[in-house]
């Protein structure tokens, strides 16, 4: 329900509670419509001179009945909690409270998905369980007792005595009530084993629904992956006799790293080389590994409050990046993500939305586990790793375990280790906690007789609420090049730290060709004057292979803006260039094949807006499809033989490798669509034995406007199978003429298998929607108000999934004059939606704003 003035929290504010709590006994008695929770909650106060009245947080539950020390009480109930009395020594607080698991459909606290019971606690969802003081400073052992007739019944911690219709589990490492769990359903289970390093055996389960059976093992190797990883790499080891993993089919996030009971998105655990892509598999990896790494950062050390939520999310992300790295291979895994940050993070920072990666203030803090936090915050660990140092870093992180284990601890913790162990001041470099925003770094160069001097200004242009920047801490990775592309300065790091500053390279024999910006080693805009040739040469020369991309990529987007702006034709020394590395097959083809792929079409329309001029989704669009056929037709010999070698013909493994052609193989049918009007793509769909070959060849018969008998013959090999079918409604809204992406959704949305109450569904067709740039940003504003009908109608539903889908309208105004007219006519319907929930209200005030 929306408030009538929503409140808004301020990190300022924080002050700690004022009990301790020394156990936590649930019961639960399971019913769709009425679940019964029993609590038994011992208080001792923390503070000298107690409290006479306690406040607990509680949403939609019905107050059964309340004890203190055994006496009845009658607690002051409100829709936020309740405030009751309390005496002033310890005490023992008992409730019985009755909740409605089948009619939640927001998906938090505890809820029904195909028959199973699930929760999902964080951020504030415990609250929806019982009364209880949801914060995560409070931490807790749990004891936790269910009833139900389901045969699986699991909650966090170790099981403890079970039977007919009841099973009981404790966990003994105090959490904070975020981090609770409870499932109950007919589940089937992939079992298996890991020992640690210390020899201690742990079962580890994927439990999943009757028929998912199949899809469970590659998600049990990520998982032991991550254990050996954590304990290899952070001399982390897990702690608990089992570690249970559930798949759920209703669930608005990704995963979820509940204690010893992972809840997951099925779409991100399930898999099958018939029904999962290549980019499934690695992303299944990713998160698996992120929720384990989880357990020691997030879980052992939690966070003193939500503002530092990057202080678990931050962390954990760059600890899953650095697991992919290890297991894929450093240098695609660097281009990707900073390929990911710059579509999500940096239209984020730059917009209405832009926050500090430590927010200030929130209303509803589920809108704030955003890409600034997640992955601005691994970037900000990252450039703290390459100043201090790699031993550094280590003994830091080491302390940080030793010091907090058990704590919930904020940033100021987090940077006090690397302090002690360094001798270093951070209070500069704690600008990126508290600065939003982008930085702009321009460069210039001189050269004097032996000696070149690099000239950096950094500059963050204001955000919403930060009119004035100060100099942030920049870690610049630079290496030098000779004329005959060798090279003479390895990568060196050099530290900015003012307004503006030079560093000087002295002994050259030659003006050397600089590498600015190697590894991507801080997250900022580089603006740099480079001719083409200069670029031309890092493209064919540069040793960090980031910035060969890199050169590539800002040729492709040079030559786009041009054939956009002022209709040139494209641009054939850069494709030469390009052709060139493109013929060397001592490199990887992953990385081949990214240096062809080009800037997405909002990167282009972020640019030209950028350049002062107003982007033209349609003109965008258009440029991209002529560069495409372009280079089609200049490479009609390079293309049959880069598909020779990017033919497997061992067994289906989603490794780096056979992943890696794949990509290629699909880049190239990419293009050759665009010359044999489908030909190609119906062959591959004929002959396709894995999800990655076949799916690939839909998009291309879509784009090629030859699917229809492909369309129906995959609903009719897929369509019991759940999130193969998301696959086959989100290909057909994204992949769609841009003129006909809009009706496509439409008629998508009144088919039988469209559930809109199913996150994964709706997302499906509505992500499907916004990623089609110029079928979202129509002229006509039916993109707008199509994404609005459905916004409106979900967000009585489900305010998080409704929320986060906002933030496609935060590019907005980016856009022309008529584009803007509707866009804003459509947050402004949203804004008038009666009962709007405070999640939307939120974002669309910002967007607004
Ligand atoms: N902590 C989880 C993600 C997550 C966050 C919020 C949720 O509900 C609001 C659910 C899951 C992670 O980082 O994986
Ligand atoms: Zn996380």
């Given at each position: 329900m929306k408030d009538a003035a929503p409140t808004t929290v301020y990190l300022a504010d924080y002050t700690p509670f004022g009990w301790r709590i020394e156990d936590v006994h649930l019961t639960f008695r399971l019913a769709p419509h009425a679940t019964r929770v029993l609590a038994r909650i011992h208080f001792a106060p923390?503070?000298?001179?107690?409290?006479q009245e306690f406040f607990l947080h509680g949403e939609e539950l019905r107050l059964i009945g309340a004890k203190i020390d055994g006496q009845e009480v009658t607690p002051e109930v409100t829709d936020k909690g309740l405030t009751c009395a309390v005496p002033a020594g310890r005490f023992l607080w008992e409730a019985e409270v009755e909740i409605d698991p089948a009619n939640n459909?927001?998906?938090?606290g505890l809820y029904m998905s195909g028959g199973m019971y699930c929760t999902q606690?964080?951020?504030?969802?415990?609250r929806k369980i019982t009364?209880?003081?949801?914060?995560?400073?409070?931490m807790a052992t749990f004891t936790v007792r269910i009833e139900s007739a389901m045969p699986v019944l699991l909650s966090n911690g170790n099981p403890g005595a079970s039977g007919d219709g009841f099973a009981e589990w404790h966990d003994p490492w105090p959490k904070p009530a975020y981090l609770f769990a409870l499932v109950a359903g007919d589940l089937r289970n992939h079992p298996d084993s890991f020992t640690t390093k210390s020899g201690h055996k742990v079962d580890l389960n994927i439990w999943v629904r009757?028929?998912?059976?199949?899809?469970c093992a590659f998600g049990m190797q990520a998982l032991k992956a991550s254990m050996t990883w954590d304990e290899d790499v952070y001399g982390r080891e897990y702690d608990l006799d089992v570690f249970n993993i559930v798949a759920v089919d209703?669930?608005?996030?990704?995963?979820m790293e509940n204690k010893g009971l992972n809840i997951f998105n099925s779409s991100c655990v399930l898999a099958s080389p018939e029904t999962s892509t290549d980019d499934n598999f690695e992303r299944i990896e990713a998160i698996i590994a992120h929720e384990y790494f989880h357990?020691?950062?997030?879980?052992?050390i939690t966070c003193?409050?939500?503002?530092?939520?990057c202080l678990k999310e931050g962390l954990t992300v760059y600890r899953d990046s650095q697991f992919t790295s290890d297991m894929r291979g450093p240098e695609v895994k660097r281009i990707s993500d900073v390929i990911d940050l710059r579509a999500r993070q940096f239209p984020e920072d730059q917009g209405p939305l832009s926050h500090p990666?430590?927010?200030?203030?929130?209303?509803?803090?589920?809108?704030?586990?955003t890409a600034t936090v997640y992955e601005k915050g691994a970037e900000v660990i990252g450039m703290l790793k390459r100043l201090v140092g790699d031993d550094d870093y280590a003994r830091a992180l080491d302390l940080y375990f030793d010091r907090h284990d058990g704590d919930a601890a904020t940033i100021e913790d987090w940077l006090k280790v690397f302090e002690d162990v360094t001798?270093?001041?951070?209070s500069q470099f704690k600008r990126w906690y508290s600065q939003s925003g982008t930085p702009r770094l321009s460069v210039s160069e001189a050269w004097d007789n032996g000696t070149f001097t690099l000239t950096f200004e950094q500059h963050t242009p204001p955000t919403p609420g930060q009119a004035d920047k100060l100099p942030q801490v920049l870690p610049i990775a630079v290496g030098l090049l000779n004329p005959n592309g060798d090279?003479?300065?390895p990568t060196r790091v050099l530290e900015m730290t003012e307004a503006k500053q030079s560093f000087d390279f002295t002994g050259l024999s030659a003006r050397p060709v600089a590498s600015i910006l190697r590894e991507f080693s801080a997250p900022v805009v580089l603006e740099r004057d480079a001719d083409p040739q200069q670029r031309a040469f890092l493209l064919a020369h540069d040793t960090d292979a980031f910035n060969r991309w890199e050169a590539g990529h800002i040729l492709a987007r040079d030559c786009l803006l041009a054939m956009i702006r002022d209709g040139a034709t494209p641009d054939t020394a850069w494709l030469d260039g390009l052709e060139t590395v493109l013929r060397d097959?001592?490199?990887?083809p992953d990385f081949r094949q990214m240096l062809v792929a080009l800037p997405s079409q909002s990167e282009l329309a972020q640019a030209l807006h950028e350049q002062g001029s107003t982007p033209d989704p349609d003109a965008i669009y258009d440029a991209v499809m002529t560069l495409r056929l372009f280079m089609a037709e200049r490479w009609a010999d390079l293309l049959p033989k880069l598909a020779e070698e990017a033919?497997?013909?061992?067994?289906?493994?989603?490794?780096a490798e056979q992943t890696g052609k794949r990509a290629l193989g699909n880049m190239v049918l990419g293009l050759l669509t665009h010359t044999d009007g489908g030909a190609a793509a119906q062959a591959q769909f004929d002959s396709a034995d894995n999800m990655t070959l076949q799916l690939a060849a839909l998009a291309n018969l879509i784009r090629a406007d030859k699917a229809k008998a492909a369309l129906a013959a995959f609903y009719d090999q897929w369509k019991d199978d759940r999130l193969v079918m998301d696959k086959w409604f989100g290909l057909q809204v994204g992949a769609a003429d841009p003129g006909k992406a809009v009706e496509v959704a439409k008629a998508l949305t009144a088919?039988?298998?469209?559930?809109?109450?199913?996150p994964n569904r709706f997302r499906a067709v509505f992500g499907g929607l916004i990623g089609n740039h110029a079928g979202f940003h129509r002229k006509d504003g039916a993109g707008y108000a199509l994404l609005a009908d459905w916004l409106i109608k979900l967000d009585d539903k489900n305010p998080q999934t409704t929320a986060r889908m906002?933030?496609?309208?935060?590019?907005?105004?980016?856009?022309d004059s008529g584009r803007q007219t509707h866009a804003k006519a459509a947050l402004e319907r949203i804004m008038a939606?009666?009962?709007?929930s405070r999640d939307v209200n939120e974002m669309v005030s910002r967007i607004l704003a």
């Open positions: 923390c503070q000298l001179a107690p409290q459909t927001a998906l938090e606690c964080e951020a504030e969802g415990f009364f209880y003081p949801d914060r995560p400073d409070v009757p028929g998912d059976e199949g899809k209703d669930f608005n996030m990704g995963a357990n020691w950062t997030g879980n052992r003193r409050d939500w503002f530092q939520l990666v430590r927010p200030e203030s929130f209303q509803e803090i589920n809108n704030f586990y001798g270093r001041d951070l090279e003479v300065v097959s001592t490199l990887d033919r497997v013909t061992a067994p289906y493994q989603p490794d088919h039988e298998k469209f559930d809109w109450t199913n906002c933030s496609a309208f935060q590019t907005w105004t980016r856009y939606k009666p009962n709007l």
